[in-house]
Nanobody
Framework: QVQFVESGGGLVQPGGSLRLSCAASGSIFRLYAMAWYRQAPGKQRELVARIASGGYTNYTDSVKGRFTISRDNIKNMVHLQMNSLKPEDTAVYYC????????WGQGTQVTVSS
């Protein structure tokens, strides 16, 4: 059974940085594209950043140049480095495969506020 455990969120001022981490179970983690998603209050969950099994990355326009996704196929980890954070980045962040599985973790709250 695949499981995802996110960590690293918190409260940060605008312009600050956070690094999110996700531990994924499953022996064939390296074969799948992974992604970070986020859901803000009253909004639908959206895909923020994606990394293919070979390392190619994609980002939604609103985070390009500010966020960086990476993966460690030995440790089954995915990370999201978030810089120059804005209040509109406030959301619960989740990791999952892309396309996603119906196996969401608890997420990690990111709050950007002064």
């Amino acid at each position: 059974q695949v499981q995802f455990v996110e960590s690293g969120g918190g409260l940060v001022q605008p312009g600050g940085s956070l690094r999110l981490s996700c531990a994924a179970s499953g022996s064939i983690f390296r074969l799948y594209a992974m992604a970070w998603y986020r859901q803000a209050p009253g909004k639908q969950r959206e895909l923020v950043a994606r990394i293919a099994s070979g390392g190619y990355t994609n980002y939604t326009d609103s985070v390009k140049g500010r966020f960086t996704i990476s993966r460690d196929n030995i440790k089954n980890m995915v990370h999201l480095q978030m810089n120059s954070l804005k209040p509109e980045d406030t959301a619960v962040y989740y990791c999952n495969r892309d396309p996603y599985l119906n196996a969401w973790g608890q997420g990690t709250q990111v709050t950007v506020s002064s």
